[in-house]
T-cell receptor, first 114, second 112 residues
Framework: AQKITQTQPGMFVQEKEAVTLDCTYD???????LFWYKQPSSGEMIFLIY??????QNATEGRYSLNFQKARKSANLVISASQLGDSAMYFC???????????FGKGTRLHILP | NAGVTQTPKFQVLKTGQSMTLQCAQD?????MSWYRQDPGMGLRLIHY???????DQGEVPNGYNVSRSTTEDFPLRLLSAAPSQTSVYFC???????????FGEGSRLTVL
């Protein structure tokens, strides 16, 4: 089975604080990839970061890092020094290695407070 | 670069009508997919394709048909629209090597 779980429907965080958005996944494949996307209120899907299952180091892109814990099947997104513009919906997704099927979690709505 | 282009952006249908959502990409991506987004449900995979002539069902395929006759195009057909198909639809594409999934701008469909 292929499944993505995001347990935080919504979060409120003070500006400039670090944020961790949770994502756990389930797959029987050895090869897979994990994504995070941001969807602002305007509706477009913005790619943030990608981690392959065989990547030994956690992925980082600017203020975004992916805390990949393979044994726990978790792929949490960490946003350092949050900004007001980070307020958005965030989706975790997984690509299955055998056929590239990509599924998404239900998302976490992040609110950054001034 | 056009990227992933979806049309139409908005559509209102009556129950029982048919329509096709068009999706085209100009990045020579093998993988293409359709998702629907509903409040509280995230993005749910409808159908996907890993190359011309190959399609497969996603999580919520009922009521939708797809075909992939070329690498560039991946249309989504609603044969008999139902109010439950009111949603925002996203087309997306990527290459088959690890990396970014590119999205279209979305199509908002309302079925009355």
């Amino acid at each position: 089975a292929q499944k993505i779980t995001q347990t935080q429907p919504g979060m409120f965080v003070q500006e400039k604080e670090a944020v961790t958005l949770d994502c756990t996944y389930d797959t029987s494949d050895q090869s897979y990839g994990l994504f995070w996307y941001k969807q602002p209120s305007s509706g477009e899907m913005i790619f943030l970061i990608y981690q392959g299952s065989y990547d030994e180091q956690n992925a980082t892109e600017g203020r975004y890092s992916l805390n990949f814990q393979k044994a726990r099947k978790s792929a949490n997104l960490v946003i350092s020094a949050s900004q007001l513009g980070d307020s958005a919906m965030y989706f975790c997704a997984m690509r299955r290695g055998r056929d590239d099927k990509i599924i998404f979690g239900k998302g976490t709505r992040l609110h950054i407070l001034p | 670069n056009a990227g992933v282009t979806q049309t139409p952006k908005f559509q209102v249908l009556k129950t029982g009508q048919s329509m096709t959502l068009q999706c085209a990409q100009d990045m020579n991506h093998e993988y293409m997919s359709w998702y629907r987004q509903d409040p509280g449900m995230g993005l749910r995979l409808i159908h996907y394709s890993v190359g011309a002539g190959i399609t497969d069902q996603g999580e919520v395929p009922n009521g939708y048909n797809v075909s992939r006759s070329t690498t560039e195009d991946f249309p989504l057909r609603l044969l008999s629209a139902a109010p439950s198909q009111t949603s925002v639809y996203f087309c997306a594409s990527s290459n088959r090597v690890a990396g970014e999934l590119f999205f279209g701008e979305g199509s908002r469909l309302t079925v009355l």
